[in-house]
């Protein structure tokens, strides 16, 4: 039997409007009847009408989370921890793919948030921010490096830190030819960029010329890619001591071809990632990583929205550091 409010107010002696304000965290209520009312929702099991309570303030109860792509590992597990973050407020997700193309990002951008959802949590590798400027009002937080300080909120890591300081772990083992896969000359490619900056920056400091025929690009960083990438290094007679992928499914390729060189990791090539995905855990080696707070991301950017909805819609738009940290496994530090 679904209790109702009006049950809850029986059972503590209140008004239906007290255990609405109790239930909807108004604080002018006296401690003593809110606590009355505290133990007579644990006693009936109460649960609030999320649907109903939506309604009433004109919204669906349902956010979007637009991503590039999901057979990335990363964007699979960052989309589990907005779901976990956004069901604690009564919300529902729905999930999209782009593609990181621009006509599909426009299309997420613009048309799925006709009163469909109440805000929408984005991705994106082609739209600039003019492109986001002028929309309907539909609130936005934006994740990754393609935007930033745009029209919306946003939540970032740093990524040129980050990657200096995987470099800097591969350096401090004494490799001197680090290799880097991954870099993109194109418009979409801007968390390559970053990491090839942080990359640079760390054999500068370390006083290692930067040697462009040890950088590898991949058009997209997928594990053939990653693969391809290194097949391509190893049979240019550039031989690598170390290779920082610029993610973790660059990575895991890299390994299969070292593998199928005869190489050993680490003792021959030393492998680093980035992103700290679950099979990174579990390939021989296990991998050496960047690790971003995924679940924190998630939070930022579900607490992002819900205060553009509830608090202050017109505040201008704030942009959240993540945090991350370097992850050493057996990749770089051997068993």
Same mark, same amino acid.
């Given at each position: 039997?679904?209790?109702r409010l009006k ?5 503590a002696?209140?008004?239906v ?6 239930v909807?965290g108004?604080?002018?209520v006296?401690p ?7 133990e007579a ?7 609030p009408n999320?649907s109903a309570?939506?309604?009433?303030k004109g919204?669906?109860?349902?956010i ?7 057979d990335?590992?990363?964007?699979a597990?960052?989309?589990r921890?907005?779901?976990t973050a ?6 529902t997700?729905?999930i ?6 621009r006509?599909q990002?426009r299309?997420v951008?613009?048309g799925i948030?006709d ?11 082609a ?12 609130p936005?937080v934006l ?10 909120d ?5 990524n040129?830190?980050?990657?200096r300081?995987?470099?800097?772990h591969?350096?401090? $083992? *004494?490799r001197? =030819?680090?290799a880097?896969?991954g870099?993109? /000359?194109? @418009? %979409?490619? !801007?968390?390559a ?9 760390a ?6 010329d ?9 058009p997209?960083?997928?594990?053939a890619d990653?693969a391809?990438?290194?097949?391509g290094?190893?049979?240019?007679g ?5 290779v920082?992928?610029?993610?973790d499914t660059l990575? $895991? *390729?890299?390994? =299969? ?5 005869g190489? /050993?990791v @680490? %003792?021959? !090539?030393a492998?680093?990632?980035f992103?700290?995905?679950e099979?990174?855990?579990f390939?021989?080696p296990?991998?050496?990583t960047i690790a971003?707070d ?5 939070r930022?950017a579900?607490?992002?929205l ?6 202050d819609p017109t ?11 370097l992850?050493?496994r ?6």
């Open positions: 039997m679904r209790h049950d809850v107010a029986e059972r002696g209140v008004s409007k007290t255990v609405s304000n109790v909807n108004y604080v002018h006296r003593d009847t809110r606590a009355r009312v505290e929702i644990a006693e009936l099991n109460y649960r999320l309570r939506n309604l009433r919204r669906t109860g349902v979007a989370l637009a991503v590039p792509e999901l990335i590992p990363y964007f597990e960052l989309a921890h907005v779901v956004a069901a604690e407020l009564g919300w997700v729905l999209d793919q782009t593609g990181g193309g006509e990002e299309v951008a613009s948030t009163h469909l959802i109440d805000g929408l949590i984005f991705s994106p590798l739209l600039a921010a003019e492109d986001l400027t002028g929309l309907d009002g539909t936005m994740l990754g490096e393609r935007v930033d300080h745009g029209p919306a946003h939540v970032v890591i740093d040129v830190a980050a990657a300081e995987m470099t800097a591969l350096i401090g $083992l *004494g001197r =030819r680090i880097a896969i870099s993109q /000359r194109t @418009p %979409e490619g !801007v968390s960029r970053l990491r090839l900056a942080g990359y640079t920056a054999l500068a400091d370390a006083g290692i930067y040697d462009e025929r040890l950088v590898a690009p991949a997209a960083w997928h594990r990653g391809a990438a290194m097949r290094l190893l049979a240019s550039v031989r690598p001591d170390a920082f992928c610029f993610n990575a $895991l *390729g890299a390994l =299969r071809a070292l593998h199928e060189a190489l /050993r @680490p %003792e021959d !090539v492998v680093a990632g992103d700290d995905i099979d990174g855990r390939s021989i296990t991998l050496s971003p995924k679940e924190r991301i998630a930022l579900v607490e992002l819900a205060n553009r909805l509830d608090s505040a201008p738009p704030r942009e959240l550091p993540a945090p991350y940290h992850t050493p057996e990749s770089t530090l051997g068993p």
